[in-house]
C-alpha cells in the first residue's frame, strides 16, 4: 500500500513539475508586427508600419486576437452606417480580428483557433491551425498562405 502511495505520489509529483516547465500563452500579448513572408522569401509589414493590435488567451480556453493597421482614416461622413463603399473596403482591409475558444498542442507546435466570429465572415465558426513559436515572453505564428502565396505572421510580445 505505502508502494502505491509512493508511486502515485512520484506521478503526481513528475506531473506537476512536467506542467510547470511547459511554457504557456495564457495572458495578455500586444502586437509587435504584423508581417507577410512574400513567395520570394521577402517580409514585409501586412498592416503598415507599426499595426496596433492585442491578444489574450484565458485560463479557460477564451481567446481574441485584434490587429488594426496604424494608419486608419475616419469616415468622411463621421456615421459608420454612412460610408463610401472605399471607406468601407478600407475599414474592413485595415483590421484583422477573431475571438473564439483555443487549444495549444505543444508536441506538434500548432495553436488551434476554434473562431466563433471573425472580421472575415468566411472564418465564422472555423477550426484554424497554425504554427507557433514562444521564446520567453515572444509569441508568434503563421497563418496559412493566402491566394497570393504571401504568408501572415502575427508576433506577440506579453504584458507584464
Same mark, same amino acid.
Given at each position: 500500500?505505502?508502494?502505491?502511495?509512493?508511486?502515485?505520489?512520484?506521478?503526481?509529483?513528475?506531473?506537476?513539475?512536467?506542467?510547470?516547465?511547459?511554457?504557456?500563452?495564457?495572458?495578455?500579448?500586444?502586437?509587435?508586427?504584423?508581417?507577410?513572408?512574400?513567395?520570394?522569401?521577402?517580409?514585409?509589414?501586412?498592416?503598415? @508600419?507599426?499595426?496596433?493590435?492585442?491578444? =489574450?488567451?484565458? !485560463?479557460? /480556453?477564451?481567446? %481574441?486576437?485584434?490587429?488594426? +493597421? *496604424?494608419?486608419?482614416?475616419?469616415?468622411?461622413?463621421?456615421?459608420?452606417?454612412?460610408?463610401?463603399?472605399?471607406?468601407?473596403?478600407?475599414?474592413?482591409?485595415?483590421?484583422? @480580428?477573431?475571438?473564439?475558444?483555443?487549444? =495549444?498542442?505543444? !508536441?506538434? /507546435?500548432?495553436? %488551434?483557433?476554434?473562431?466563433? +466570429? *471573425?472580421?472575415?465572415?468566411?472564418?465564422?465558426?472555423?477550426?484554424?491551425?497554425?504554427?507557433?513559436?514562444?521564446?520567453?515572453?515572444?509569441?508568434?505564428?503563421?497563418?496559412?498562405?493566402?491566394?497570393?502565396?504571401?504568408?501572415?505572421?502575427?508576433?506577440?510580445?506579453?504584458?507584464?
Amino acid at each position: 500500500m505505502i508502494k502505491r502511495i509512493f508511486l502515485l505520489a512520484s506521478l503526481f509529483a513528475s506531473a506537476l513539475s512536467a506542467s510547470a516547465q511547459t511554457p504557456s500563452i495564457i495572458g495578455t500579448w500586444t502586437l509587435t508586427a504584423a508581417d507577410k513572408i512574400l513567395p520570394n522569401g521577402t517580409r514585409v509589414p501586412d498592416y503598415g @508600419v507599426s499595426p496596433h493590435g492585442l491578444a =489574450v488567451f484565458t !485560463a479557460d /480556453g477564451h481567446y %481574441i486576437v485584434e490587429i488594426y +493597421r *496604424a494608419d486608419r482614416h475616419p469616415f468622411a461622413s463621421g456615421d459608420r452606417a454612412k460610408g463610401t463603399p472605399e471607406e468601407y473596403r478600407e475599414a474592413s482591409l485595415s483590421m484583422s @480580428v477573431h475571438f473564439g475558444r483555443y487549444t =495549444v498542442d505543444p !508536441a506538434k /507546435g500548432t495553436i %488551434i483557433f476554434h473562431v466563433d +466570429r *471573425a472580421s472575415f465572415p468566411n472564418l465564422d465558426e472555423t477550426t484554424q491551425v497554425r504554427p507557433y513559436k514562444l521564446e520567453g515572453d515572444e509569441l508568434s505564428w503563421k497563418v496559412t498562405a493566402r491566394p497570393d502565396g504571401s504568408i501572415p505572421v502575427t508576433m506577440l510580445q506579453r504584458v507584464k
